[in-house]
T-cell receptor
């Protein structure tokens, strides 16, 4: 079945540590996105990529980094510079075209130890 | 600036009654509008979209939405609510030519037996 796989489901970060969240899609979608979800704030865009080897900052990129070396993969690194990383992180992908919906993975919940 | 408002944090409805979840938007140009549903600890699932044409859009699980250009609204409706419809609902807008979605803050729907 086609879809988006996020791993791990739960992740714990120690102070000063970088952690990487995985996102893989087999939908052959060109565009991929990372969102952060906090209670009562909806989804906020961290980074997005419309093509391999290219990505753009979203609304809250500080303290995060990404790479897009392969079409199907878009990992997100939460760096130690992100002082409040506790949140639910969602990855999404989309086929090219304005009227296409985004498809979402089942998220990674990141907490601080 | 593009924005989406979901004025109700929570909507309560009895099973079998009709439900409405409200959404208004502010974008330049003609928007593409989307509704998503999220169950606990899961990603967002696409319900329906409005691109152009008929103002009443039908989607998954018996949901529909009414686009009103003059009121810049896109309310989600269902004629008869089910307890299993209880979830978090997000409205989103994509301005024409943009690859990013702008999300509302979400409305929690609680359907009581």
């Amino acid at each position: 079945d086609g879809g988006i796989t996020q791993s791990p489901k739960y992740l714990f970060r120690k102070e000063g540590q970088n952690v990487t969240l995985s996102c893989e899609q087999n939908l052959n979608h060109d565009a991929m996105y990372w969102y952060r979800q906090d209670p009562g704030q909806g989804l906020r865009l961290i980074y997005y990529s419309q093509i391999v080897n290219d990505f753009q900052k979203g609304d809250i990129a500080e303290g995060y980094s990404v790479s897009r070396e392969k079409k199907e993969s878009f990992p997100l690194t939460v760096t130690s510079a992100q002082k409040n990383p506790t949140a639910f992180y969602l990855c999404a992908s989309m086929r090219a075209g304005d009227n296409q919906p985004q498809h979402f993975g089942d998220g990674t919940r990141l907490s601080i130890l | 600036a593009q924005s989406v408002a979901q004025p109700e944090d929570q909507v309560n409805v009895a099973e079998g009654n009709p439900l409405t979840v409200k959404c208004t938007y502010s974008v330049s140009g003609n928007p593409y509008l989307f509704w998503y549903v999220q169950y606990p600890n899961r990603g967002l699932q696409f319900l329906l979209k409005y691109i152009t044409g008929d103002n009443l859009v039908k989607g998954s699980y018996g949901f529909e939405a009414e686009f009103n250009k003059s009121q810049t609204s896109f309310h989600l409706k269902k004629p008869s609510a089910l307890v299993s419809d209880s979830a978090l609902y997000f409205c989103a807008v994509r301005p024409t030519g943009f690859q990013k979605l702008v999300f509302g803050t979400g409305t929690r729907l609680l359907v009581s037996p």
